[in-house]
């Protein structure tokens, strides 16, 4: 069916015709789309990255439950280990270790090594749909009774190769390759009927031309986000996410959302762009370049700026400065060690009693505790920085709606800031109460027992939803941004549309 013969179609007598002029105008346009086999195989393609998405997410999430397992694990075997050794030292069918790092009485070594616990965070119903976001997240911390570097950066976050690649997760497919598949689609829903001369047609009509654009971008475009939105939910229930849950309908409906508010401000700048009235070859550069500027240069200009105002060491330098601070705090003890013995010469004499055990573990405790210290002002200094960065970064994200739309589906999917910050709340909480079981009984010169083996801190890993406040505000704010630019361009675009008819 020609294009002629649609907008024939549209302007054929009241009598022939529905009263609805959109109707009529989605009507005649999936005519034309039947038989459009480059509607056809954006359709195809956007379902097929859907579901390749979603089965990469859901893969990545086995392999994350499978590390947290098998550091419970590990965690268990090693409990049974210590508490097996001290049975049998209570019992005397062994003897104490020489080492005090060895032996499953000494709090200070035990709490900092052997016995140290594990806090993980679990995933939420859809989180397969943003699995890329947790490459800067790591789940699973092995906390001791040390500094918080001694468990936050022992592990790498991810396999390099999977950093270098990216990960094709729903959250890449719906902010990066879906607007390219709208803008394919819509770049010449104006031009292309001024340039086959149809254009004088409905204008002439008593169609109003917005509603005829609007009625042709709903089918063409529709279309495809109602069949990605569809594959999303159909795709996540086949690969055994558990959306059919109070939590899983309520993310998988804002995702919804956020796809649709997302979808309507792409379709509007190039209907702004088609109101210039150029031909179809300016609209396409145009709209390519917008898309390269919103995806590649505007994130990066934020990135480039936030680091310039608040620069912050980079992970090695900074695990460096922590280790430094540790030696230097080494370094201080030795010295007031050796000012002491100065002092006191009969400390250093032949016949001096050589030191405890306890004695040394003493010592130990109070090099470490003054370490952990430096350590974490060093820490607190980058995180300072860090979070400076990153207020400063969600401020200029207005600049580029894919951004704030990257934000939303991590949220969505419990994988953005609002959670992780909740869960690093609640993992230093639970440090400091680890800290203090151990470190107490150290400065004590108490032995751990077995009743203390069976009643050490354990970490909590389900969450209260303190966290859900912040994340329904952030989703609510970005998209009610992203709405609110995609009208601005619509009723722009429909004021030169007036003037230009």
Known sequence: MSTHSAVSEVLAPPASRSTSVLATVMRCEWRLLRSDVGWWSALVLVLVCVCYALHTGQQ???????????????????????????QRINS????????????????????????ATIAHLPDMPLAATAIGVSDLFPHVFKVNAGSKDSFLFVDELANPTHLLSGSFDLAFVFVVLFPLLLLALSYDVLSAEQEQGTLSLTVASSAPLMTVLIGKLTVRAGTIVGAAIAATGA?????????????????????????????LFWL?????????????????????????????????????????????????????????????????????????RETHPESKAPNAAAPKRDERTQRTLAVTLAADVRADEVLARHEEQVQAQRRLSERLAYLAPPSLMNDVLAEVAGQGHSRWDNYLARVSQFHATWQEFFVERARRDQRLTLADYEHLPRFEATSSAHWLGASVSRVALALAWVLLCALALLFDAARRLVRSC
């Open 268 to 340: 509007s700048l190039a209907l702004w762009i088609n109101s210039l009235r150029r031909d179809s070859a300016f609209n396409a550069v145009v709209l390519i370049m917008t898309w390269v500027a919103l995806l590649l240069i505007v994130p990066a200009g934020v990135n480039a700026v936030a680091q310039t105002m608040y620069p912050a060491p980079a992970r090695a330098e900074m695990v460096q400065a922590v280790r430094e601070a540790a030696i230097d705090a080494e370094r201080d003890r030795s010295a007031t060690e050796a000012r002491y």
């Open 92 to 115: 005397g069918e062994a003897k104490a270790p020489d080492a005090p790092y060895r032996d499953p009485r000494n709090a200070i070594y035990m709490g900092r090594g052997s016995a």
């Open 235 to 263: 795709g996540l229930i086949v690969t055994g996410a558990p959306v059919l849950t109070t939590s899983g309908l309520t993310g998988l409906a804002l995702l919804s959302v956020a796809v649709v508010g997302y979808s």
């Open 60 to 86: 990545r999430c086995r392999e994350r439950t499978a590390a947290i397992v098998a550091a419970q694990q590990d965690e268990s075997d090693r409990l049974q280990k210590l508490t097996t050794q001290l």
